[in-house]
T-cell receptor, first 110, second 115 residues
Framework: QKEVEQNSGPLSVPEGAIASLNCTYS??????FFWYRQYSGKSPELIMS????GDKEDGRFTAQLNKASQYVSLLIRDSQPSDSATYLC??????????FGPGTRLSVLP | GAVVSQHPSWVICKSGTSVKIECRSL??????MFWYRQFPKQSLMLMAT?????????EQGVEKDKFLINHASLTLSTLTVTSAHPEDSSFYIC???????????FGPGTRLTVL
């Protein structure tokens, strides 16, 4: 059974701080990793994908992947109240279905 | 790019009736589409995977005769909830994936309420 775990929330950070979201996965053969953001009552929207070890930056978001440790994280710099949402980690591979984590609810306090 | 639409965005129906939900990929060809269900404050639950021109593959515990999926073209998949009951009330979300890619792009979801 492939499993994806995320740090339990809710996670609260003050506005302007760095929010750190973590995800671990059980299948060593996983090849692709995604972070989605889901606002309450809405569907998930893609934030970032990462395939190689190391960091990948896109604006205020940085995804970090460490395949040896089976760990992927998402850092949100200069957090804004509009970043308050549930963040879903998804793990997959070419031709495979995603395995989603349970999500971490982030609350950015003004 | 990579836009997925769903219709309707919400629907209310009487118990015993059938409801059809459409999922369209607007700017790419979706060789695979996925249907998820999400109850309040819970994570996404994959119901089925459909490949264009093939029968859908249903997850364990999902009744294929109740949730009919048709993926007739590379841009359209439909989910029909047959003989809906109040316990089928949920948020139904589709996603689509293009050939040779593994990113899933989600539609905006359909909120179904069965009275």
């Amino acid at each position: 059974q492939k499993e994806v775990e995320q740090n339990s929330g809710p996670l609260s950070v003050p506005e302007g701080a760095i929010a750190s979201l973590n995800c671990t996965y059980s299948d060593r053969g996983s090849q692709s990793f995604f972070w989605y953001r889901q606002y309450s009552g809405k569907s998930p929207e893609l934030i970032m994908s990462i395939y190689s070890n190391g960091d990948k930056e896109d604006g205020r978001f940085t995804a970090q992947l460490n395949k040896a440790s089976q760990y992927v994280s998402l850092l949100i710099r200069d957090s804004q109240p509009s970043d308050s949402a549930t963040y879903l980690c998804a793990v997959g591979g070419y031709g495979q279905n995603f395995v989603f984590g349970p999500g971490t609810r982030l609350s950015v306090l003004p | 790019g990579a836009v997925v639409s769903q219709h309707p965005s919400w629907v209310i129906c009487k118990s015993g009736t059938s409801v059809k939900i459409e999922c369209r990929s607007l700017d790419f060809q979706a060789t695979t589409m996925f249907w998820y269900r999400q109850f309040p404050k819970q994570s996404l639950m994959l119901m089925a995977t459909s490949n264009e021109g093939s029968k859908a593959t249903y997850e364990q515990g999902v009744e294929k005769d109740k949730f009919l999926i048709n993926h007739a073209s590379l841009t359209l998949s439909t989910l029909t909830v047959t003989s809906a009951h109040p316990e089928d009330s949920s948020f139904y979300i589709c996603s689509a994936r293009a050939l040779f890619e593994d990113t899933q792009y989600f539609g905006p979801g359909t909120r179904l309420t069965v009275l």
